[in-house]
């Protein structure tokens, strides 16, 4: 078994926890602490000190892509922690961006020159310990979120669709079982569990917990950091009744939100029979 902290998330259980459009999850398993991205800014390390969450303890840190929802507590973070190894599937330089309107906003991370020697780009997939892993998708033949048409990156000076190749996969091995983390499932969790049964055949997938990137409107923050007003988007009913049906004949539990945006939450409970769960600020979970 694993536990789950979510140290940060859009919502939260009490008012005495901060929240931010992002994600940050302690997980405790087979004796280490991992820590799943930081959140949008230091938000997740204050309400570790609220939870008892020692940072200082954590052994790992994974980051799932190069977006600052996730990556903006990083500078943060290795202030507090000075050992932990960090990873990351890409170039922490890279250059990504919001684009809703004419103009693009950039989500990529800022980082402190000081902090980029902890920086370990993972180029190809990793495993640790004999039962973390860390891996690349190469599964594409599902649908990805179509919200991914507003998310770009900077190539050669231009801007063009992000291709995701940055998105790392997390996963816990646990005897015949695994558990998947992947903070925000750009690439489609349908790619990314296939991808994770192909990587590491013969296992039954237990739980997969992060957002699954169906949803976003103005509470994530969007019309305050990039000054283009109130936006609401969210995958049509049919996907997400195809997406339903194909994730209740996986018999996978799974724990979302950040991304996963309220329409797409509550119509998915209604069509997996408790097969989905919500986390928030606050929790803790054994999974």
Not at 16 to 32: A, M
């Amino acid at each position: 078994m694993a536990k789950i902290s979510v140290l940060l998330e859009n919502n939260a259980i009490s008012k005495k926890f901060r929240t931010k459009h992002g994600l940050s999850i302690l997980i405790e398993h087979g004796g280490k602490k991992i820590l799943l991205d930081t959140g949008a800014d230091k938000s997740f390390a204050l309400n570790a000190k609220l939870m008892g969450v020692d940072l200082q303890a954590v052994d790992y840190l994974f980051l799932s892509h190069n977006h600052n929802d996730h990556t903006g507590g990083l500078n943060e973070f290795l202030k507090i922690n000075k050992s932990a190894p960090v990873y990351i599937m890409d170039d922490i330089a890279n250059k990504y961006y919001l684009k809703v309107s004419w103009l693009p906003v950039f989500i990529g991370t800022k980082i402190k020159k000081k902090n980029l020697s902890r920086i370990s780009r993972a180029k190809e997939d990793l495993i640790i310990e004999n039962n973390t892993w860390f891996l690349k998708n190469t599964i594409n033949k599902n649908c990805k979120p179509s919200l991914n048409r507003l998310l770009f990156m900077k190539d050669k000076g231009k801007l063009v669709n992000d291709a995701f190749d940055h998105e790392g996969i997390l996963v816990l091995e646990e005897g015949n079982e695994l558990l998947i983390f992947n903070s925000c499932s750009h690439n489609g969790i349908l790619n990314i569990i296939e991808t994770v049964r192909e990587k590491i055949p013969g296992k039954k997938i237990r739980a997969y917990t992060g957002g699954l990137h169906l949803g976003i409107s103005n509470s994530a923050g969007i019309g305050n950091s990039a000054g283009i007003g109130i936006v609401k988007f969210h995958e049509n009913e049919e996907y997400l009744n195809d997406l339903s049906e194909k994730l209740k004949r996986s018999d996978i539990d799974v724990y979302t939100g950040h991304c996963t945006g309220k329409f797409a939450l509550d119509f998915m409970k209604k069509n997996l029979s408790g097969r989905i769960h919500e986390i928030n600020t606050g929790m803790e979970l054994i999974i």
